[in-house]
């Protein structure tokens, strides 16, 4: 091989080489291009739907903000219900107390009241009669009152008229 030979060997080395260089370099400056265009739709694409995902971020803001007060509405309710829980219970002792005081004094009336113990007899109903018997007496109460033909004094409430 003579000189010349390895001078166009190496000239044809060097401009290969410069070739693979340019096509690398313009390869590199494609892609690099490429993505940076990509880069610039995208951040288009985002400006364009900023508004769009601030708007759906407020509106979560204000749901979120409606759902604590719902809550605390709830949880408002809640008390209010258990506090009406405790005063209708209130109000059921106090009326069972009453129940039974009212229970208690019509036992003590159908005590006191001879003609109680006479339709008693009427209608079959043998309890403990209230009155104390004389051995002998009659079963039967005399009920006369005087001045009162009928033998009703109309002493008792359940007696009176009250179709005026």
């Known amino acids: 091989m003579s000189t010349n030979d390895w001078i166009l060997l190496v000239i044809a080395v060097v401009v290969a080489l410069v ?4 096509l690398v370099w313009t390869l590199r400056n494609r892609r690099a291009e490429r993505r940076r265009a990509e880069a610039e739709r995208l951040r288009r694409s985002v400006e364009e739907n900023r508004p769009g995902v601030e708007q759906r971020a407020a509106s979560a803001e204000r749901t979120e903000a409606e759902a604590r007060r719902a809550a605390a509405e709830a949880e408002a309710k809640a008390a209010e219900a258990e506090r009406l829980r405790a005063r209708s219970e209130e109000e059921r002792h106090t009326a069972e107390a009453a129940r039974a005081e ?24 043998r309890r403990a009669d209230p009155v104390p018997r004389e051995a002998g007496s009659s079963d039967r109460i005399p009920n006369n009152v005087p001045g009162d033909e009928a033998g009703r004094a109309g002493a008792h409430r359940n007696d009176q008229d009250f179709r005026r």
């Open 19 to 22: 070739v693979v260089a340019v």
């Open 102 to 125: 009212l229970d208690e004094r019509r036992r003590r009336a159908e005590e006191l009241d001879p003609r109680s113990a006479e339709r008693a007899e009427q209608r079959g109903d």
